[in-house]
């Protein structure tokens, strides 16, 4: 059983930066295959992040510049530092790991931008 459990979110004003952050509980065989997504109010869930199966990172192109991918391999956790903040960031921000044919999810955390 793999479990997600994202934190971090909360709300900041326009220019502001957040970090997220991923932990991971479970039998995780590699730390690649790791990404953000995040779903806007009323939007549909969009690619933000991650970590491909090679461990290249990877970022949707409107993000790049403004948001950076890490991880701590020793925590089990993969970090997402979003800089510069706009109020069309606003969005439930979740956790995906793709294992052994297997996709999961995490709850999500709220990110909310204002203006």
């Known amino acids: 059983q793999v479990q997600l459990v994202e934190s971090g979110g909360g709300l900041v004003q326009a220019g502001g930066s957040l970090r997220l952050s991923c932990a991971t509980f479970?039998?995780?065989?590699?730390?690649?295959?790791m990404y953000w997504y995040r779903q806007p109010p009323g939007k549909q869930r969009e690619f933000v992040a991650g970590?491909?199966?090679?461990?290249?990172?990877n970022y949707k192109e409107s993000m790049k510049g403004r948001f950076t991918i890490s991880r701590d391999n020793a925590k089990n956790t993969v970090y997402l530092q979003m800089n510069s903040l706009k109020p069309e960031d606003t969005a439930v921000y979740y956790c995906?790991?793709?294992?052994?044919?297997?996709?999961?999810w995490g709850k999500g955390t709220l990110v909310t931008v204002s203006s």
């Open positions: 995906n790991k793709y294992m052994n044919g297997m996709t999961y």
């Open positions: 479970g039998k995780i065989f590699s730390p690649n295959n």
């Open positions: 970590f491909t199966s090679g461990g290249s990172e």
